[in-house]
């Protein structure tokens, strides 16, 4: 039988050692066992973690706060990264406009100017419109035009039949799913010059399977991404996904590669999530 | 600290058919288990909850044989008993709880003592795993601790409103990606110290 759920002040009450022993039982077998009861526990827990870093807490529950929750250096740790987010969202709402400076350079302008003020920051915002959107078109289509060719290249690399051959200076690599913690080191390519093609692994550990996979592999630190679609899925002896990316296409640094089951409607399913670092 | 833990093979295979029937959705059970084990532990005010994880697997491993075929109910229950019985046993034998009379309240907020490189590395990394989750979530996280104290339960209440959901609703959608946000930042940040 399902047990009853738990009120917000009841939860808060268990997260600082409030509550009698059989209450406590409760709560943490149905944290234990339900997965809703579970993330309301953890949002509890959250929003305990915001009042005290917003040093809302009453004495008592701060003193029981610092005891359970600011011991250890990882529990400080915790709370550093609890309290960087919320800095940064209060930075982000209450960061002034930086158009001070701008507004002086353009007063400058308009005061040395022969033409009438009332003409001068239409014509000078039209020109740099224009020479903004050229410039930027410019850049955009050569950055297309090569990421374009970079996904080609990829997709026809993982093609079913590219994937069936095994092509000469190939290294194979598994990864592990960067979900399953504490399990392996984070794998290492090491890039050389005999090779010319590594095949990552990718252990799809999730309990649906689907017809189509899709993985997109980004470097940690840039913003550029690449996609490649109608992956699939083999089974021998353990589920995964090849992924072949041409050696010189990596860099040294880390790497992220998302996998994502493809659902029959097109849509992106579940995720996986794989790291690995590139050295020369 | 966690240990490296001696489950033989076979055993390890019938606690994750206890789990569950398919294996792969046994492996997720048992890892979360397993976190959520040590997060009981660290309530619990235990010194080594991870040590005391692998310690209740361990204890499970080696009964599982004769207490599998007769459980009923959730085995998760089983584990948890296990649990309480080392939370139990712990007590006995050393002082877990950090007594309230011990804590130094005349110090300031924790996280404010912190120095100056562990601030900029977690900066650091903060502001490149916002770039990983993309601007929807990115825009929602923002949002939900733009305020604080008293204005931050209105603020959030439209905000919900906003999205068509409930306050709890959105608790829980924040909740997740702030966890994945948070564990994005604890491997940027381990992969810090590792360069170190």
New interface residues.
């Given amino acids: 039988m399902k047990e009853e759920t738990v009120s917000d002040a009841l939860l808060r009450a268990f997260l600082l050692g409030k509550v009698d022993d059989d209450e406590r039982q409760r709560i943490e077998r149905l944290f234990l066992t339900d997965s809703q009861e579970r993330e309301r526990v953890l949002s509890a827990e959250q929003d305990l973690i915001e009042d005290y870093l917003e040093d809302s807490l009453t004495t008592e529950d701060k003193q029981r706060f610092i005891a359970l929750y600011a011991q250890t250096p990882e529990q400080r740790r915790k709370l550093g990264i609890t309290k960087s987010i919320k800095d940064w969202a209060i930075r982000e709402v209450t960061s002034p406009e930086a158009s001070g400076a701008e507004v002086s350079v353009w007063a400058r302008l308009r005061a040395k100017s022969w033409v009438k003020p009332v003409f001068v920051i239409p014509i000078a915002v039209a020109a740099m419109i224009a020479i903004v959107i050229a410039l930027v078109w410019l850049n955009n289509r050569e950055q297309n035009r090569r990421h374009l060719a970079i996904e080609q290249e990829l997709a026809q690399l993982n093609t079913p039949s590219s994937l069936r051959e095994i092509p000469p200076q190939m290294v194979s690599k598994d990864l592990s799913p960067a979900a399953v913690r504490g399990a392996e080191k984070e794998t290492e390519v090491r890039k050389a010059d005999d090779v010319r093609i590594f095949e990552l692994r990718l252990p799809w550990v999730q309990r649906d399977r689907y017809s189509s996979y899709q993985a997109q592999i980004k470097r940690l630190g840039e913003d550029e991404s690449y996609t490649i679609r109608s992956l699939q899925g083999e089974d021998d002896g353990r589920y995964a996904v090849r992924l072949r990316i041409p050696a010189r296409l990596l860099n040294r640094g880390q790497y992220l590669i998302r996998l994502s089951g493809i659902n029959a409607d097109g849509t992106s399913g579940p995720l996986e999530e794989y790291l690995f670092t590139v050295n020369d | 600290m ?1 240990r490296d833990s001696a489950i033989q093979p076979e055993r390890f295979e019938q606690i994750l058919a206890w789990l569950n029937p ?1 294996r ?2 046994a ?2 059970v048992y ?1 979360q ?1 397993r ?3 040590t ?2 532990f ?2 619990r ?1 235990c010194s080594d909850p991870e040590g005391m994880t692998d310690e209740v697997f361990d204890r499970v491993e080696k009964k599982v044989d004769a207490v599998r075929p007769t459980y009923k109910g ?1 085995p ?2 089983y ?2 008993g296990v649990a ?1 019985i080392l939370i139990k046993e712990n007590l006995k034998k050393i002082k877990t ?4 009379d011990d ?1 130094d ?1 005349s110090n300031q ?3 404010e003592t ?1 120095n100056e490189a ?2 900029i590395a ?2 650091e990394c ?1 502001q ?1 795993c ?3 989750i993309g601007s929807d979530k990115r825009e929602l ?6 305020e ?2 008293q204005a931050k339960i209105d603020h959030r209440i439209s905000l919900a409103k906003k999205f068509g959901i409930t306050l ?1 609703a959105l ?2 959608r ?3 990606i ?2 994945s ?2 564990e994005c ?5 381990k ?1 810090k110290a590792q360069r170190q």
Avoid: G, M
């Fill in positions: 966690a398919d792969e959705r492996a997720e890892v288990l976190n959520d084990l997060k009981i660290i309530w005010s959730d998760r229950h584990f948890h309480n709880h950090v007594s309230l804590i309240l907020q924790i996280t912190e562990e601030a977690r900066e903060l490149s916002l770039q990983e996280i923002q949002a939900y601790y733009a604080q104290k709890p608790r829980v924040v909740f997740r702030r966890e946000l948070e930042i604890e491997r940027c940040l992969r």
